[in-house]
């Protein structure tokens, strides 16, 4: 399985930027498509943005606009940019491998779960 390992996360005024980064290590090539996730208290976990591995992306409507989904294979690292943050977007964000079910994106279990990071966004 791969390991995943989230940083970038911090605490940004309404309006503002972030940038968050997800390490891979094990066999990363082999994952064709990354996601990014997101989770509050209360709620199950929610798709956020995923990229293909020759970078075909998909985003949940509330994102689209606003974030950007990136990948570097020869790094084994994938990103997530957000620009124009709103407070519905605080949430701890994860990453894994994805897999499509239907409409929705579920992560895939080639992959584990990193610890996630926690992106705080006030209004």
């Known amino acids: 399985q791969v390991q995943l390992a989230e940083s970038g996360g911090g605490l940004v005024q309404a309006g503002g930027s972030l940038r968050l980064s997800c390490a891979a290590s094990?066999?990363?090539?082999?994952?064709?498509?990354m996601g990014w996730f997101r989770q509050t208290p209360g709620k199950e976990r929610e798709f956020v943005a995923t990229?293909?591995?020759?970078?075909?992306?998909t985003y949940t409507d509330s994102v689209k606009g606003r974030f950007t989904i990136s990948r570097d294979n020869a790094k084994n690292m994938v990103y997530l940019q957000m620009n124009s943050l709103k407070s519905e977007d605080t949430a701890v964000y994860y990453c894994?491998?994805?897999?499509?079910?239907?409409?929705?994106?579920?992560?895939?279990?080639?992959?584990?779960w990193g610890q996630g990071v926690q992106v705080t966004v006030s209004s």
């Open positions: 094990g066999p990363f090539a082999s994952i064709y498509t």
């Open positions: 894994a491998p994805a897999k499509r079910i239907g409409s929705d994106w579920i992560k895939d279990p080639s992959g584990s």
């Open positions: 990229i293909t591995y020759i970078g075909g992306t």
